[in-house]
């Protein structure tokens, strides 16, 4: 059973940065897109970013310009000015094929 881990969470002052990655623990064929999630207490678990097997990305409005995500034999979420309100707890997700692979979350704390 591959595994995803993510790592880079911490805390951190408002307008500093993190970066996070994930790695899988074995190969993962047919992937159709790879995407970070966060979720805040009493919050739903929303989109922050993804990006297609063919390099398309995507950003909810509350990140653009402030994240970036990219991949390269992992994946990374670029995180800068950040916001107290990105406190949350963020997850990698990759889609393959009917499947679809979570990581446990690593927190992120932005104090103000």
């Known amino acids: 059973q591959v595994q995803l881990v993510e790592s880079g969470g911490g805390l951190v002052q408002a307008g500093g940065s993190l970066r996070l990655s994930c790695a899988a623990s074995?190969?993962?064929?047919?992937?159709?897109?790879m995407g970070w999630y966060r979720q805040a207490p009493g919050k739903q678990r929303e989109l922050v970013a993804s990006?297609?097997?063919?390099g398309s990305t995507n950003y909810a409005d509350s990140v653009k310009g402030r994240f970036t995500i990219s991949r390269h034999n992992a994946l990374y979420l670029q995180m800068n000015s950040l916001k107290p309100e990105d406190t949350a707890v963020y997850y990698c997700?990759?889609?393959?094929?009917?499947?679809?692979?979570w990581g446990q979350g690593t927190q992120v704390t932005v104090s103000s």
């Open positions: 990006i297609t097997s063919g």
């Open positions: 997700k990759i889609a393959a094929g009917w499947k679809d692979y």
């Open positions: 074995g190969s993962i064929f047919s992937i159709n897109a």
